[in-house]
Nanobody, 119 residues
């Protein structure tokens, strides 16, 4: 089993920045894909960014150039630096981990952290 605990959400004005963190524990390994999804009210959960064990990254088009994903292997932690936030970024953000490419059916999820961007 893998446990994921997110932190760093909050309320920020448009144009501001936040950093989300996700710490993994349990049967984790460096070969896991780790990443972030988000779900806004009334919308489906969408993949925002992910990073592989080799450091390969993926970003949704809506966040490219504004969000950066990184990971600290020693701390088993993945980060999401979010800059130039927009009201449409408002959602619950979930950390995910899997040995395979991340999808909404991935094996392990955090509890979610709320990000609210005011206009």
């Amino acid at each position: 089993q893998v446990q994921l605990v997110e932190s760093g959400g909050g309320l920020v004005q448009a144009g501001g920045s936040l950093r989300l963190s996700c710490e993994a524990s349990g049967r984790t390994g460096s070969t896991y894909y780790m990443g972030w999804f988000r779900q806004a009210p009334g919308k489906e959960r969408e993949r925002v960014a992910r990073i592989s064990w080799t450091g390969d990254t993926y970003y949704a088009d809506s966040v490219k150039g504004r969000f950066t994903i990184s990971r600290n292997y020693a701390k088993r932690t993945v980060y999401l630096d979010m800059n130039n936030l927009k009201p449409e970024d408002t959602a619950v953000y979930y950390c995910a981990a899997d040995l395979r490419e991340l999808t909404t059916s991935s094996d392990y999820w955090g509890q979610g952290t709320q990000v609210t961007v005011s206009s």
